[in-house]
């Protein structure tokens, strides 16, 4: 019986983290995020191995309501402006004085992310 309860738990704590870490789905990424995943992806299948592609991730957030995106490269420490669905940037930096984006964006997914990408 302890076995059957060990192995209940340790299937609900896989399928929990899979949740978590699911991405965004196909139809909520915007067309001109789509296409630069695409050319990732076609990068990947040229060169599997490249640390550049592999090492970064597009996650969402969401903050007033509507839906930003943010770049990041880990092996390079590159974080770029959050851009919104429409492609507008958001021009806010973490020390800036009158901008609350990054105390109270929220819901992070991921959308894409390389094989060797960690945070």
Known sequence: MKRTILLF??????????????????????????????????????????????????????????????????ISSTYAYPISFNRDTLKVCPVCVGTDYYENKCCKQYVWKGSSYFE
């Open 9 to 74: 738990a340790l299937f609900i704590c896989i399928l929990s983290c899979e949740e978590r870490d699911a991405l965004v789905p196909e139809n909520q990424i915007p067309p001109w995020l789509n296409a630069e995943i695409n050319g990732y992806e076609l990068a990947l299948r040229q060169n599997p191995k490249n640390p550049v592609f592999n090492g970064i991730a597009w996650i969402r957030y969401k903050w007033k309501d509507e839906y930003y995106f943010e770049y990041r490269n880990m």
